[in-house]
T-cell receptor, first 117, second 115 residues
Framework: AQKITQTQPGMFVQEKEAVTLDCTYD???????LFWYKQPSSGEMIFLIY??????QNATEGRYSLNFQKARKSANLVISASQLGDSAMYFC??????????????FGSGTQLTVLP | KAGVTQTPRYLIKTRGQQVTLSCSPI?????VSWYQQTPGQGLQFLFE???????NKGNFPGRFSGRQFSNSRSEMNVSTLELGDSALYLC??????????????FGPGTRLTVL
């Protein structure tokens, strides 16, 4: 079963508008972390935001916020006031547990966001 | 603080050859992870090194190996290259001791093409 599901292969948004990128996850571990990364066409993965499973509040970082709904196992990324430079592939990723054996990030398939002028 | 650096950025090899990729982590980071990214399989975890020891390994054949040096720099080696090894290889570094919140920072990647 997919551990991270991103159901939107591609999204379009008008410049200066807000956009939500969906991410659902599957884990039976009560302790986990969720990450969002941005990958421009250059290839480098850029860290955007982190949410821990025990965090009481939704994470925010500048124009990025995470709509974390634990019961629904969703961690949607919200980008406010989109800019042309936000056009990129966006990946949701999860790390389960605290033990060394579960340290790797598991990534979703990504959402290609295009910001229109 | 300098980011994660990877060399070379681009590499073209032929089937059967071997290749070594290098990764220099952010200063102070002791964990280095390697990922393979392909259009068909997406991002897949290869292995993680922490303090010169392999701490975690993904589901890749033994042709893929790595090591980490005392300065935390890491190398990844792929022997007997196959066409399917063509991919973007990403290296990520982190502090390595922060549990689930340990954020990985990625380098620009090495794009390997196998002919």
């Amino acid at each position: 079963a997919q551990k991270i599901t991103q159901t939107q292969p591609g999204m379009f948004v008008q410049e200066k508008e807000a956009v939500t990128l969906d991410c659902t996850y599957d884990t039976s571990d009560p302790s986990y972390g969720l990450f969002w990364y941005k990958q421009p066409s250059s290839g480098e993965m850029i860290f955007l935001i982190y949410q821990g499973s025990y965090d009481q509040q939704n994470a925010t970082e500048g124009r990025y916020s995470l709509n974390f709904q634990k019961a629904r196992k969703s961690a949607n990324l919200v980008i406010s006031a989109s800019q042309l430079g936000d056009s990129a592939m966006y990946f949701c990723a999860m790390r389960e547990g605290y033990s060394g054996s579960a340290r790797q990030l598991t990534f979703g398939s990504g959402t290609q966001l295009t910001v229109l002028p | 603080k300098a980011g994660v650096t990877q060399t070379p950025r681009y590499l073209i090899k032929t089937r059967g050859q071997q290749v070594t990729l290098s990764c220099s982590p952010i200063s102070g980071h002791r964990s280095v992870s390697w990922y393979q990214q392909t259009p068909g399989q997406g991002l897949q975890f290869l292995f993680e090194y922490f303090s010169e020891t392999q701490r975690n390994k993904g589901n890749f054949p033994g042709r893929f190996s790595g090591r980490q040096f005392s300065n935390s720099r890491s190398e990844m080696n792929v022997s007997t290259l196959e066409l399917g090894d063509s991919a973007l290889y990403l290296c990520a570094s982190s502090l390595g001791d922060r549990g689930q919140s340990d954020t990985q920072y990625f380098g620009p990647g090495t794009r390997l093409t196998v002919l």
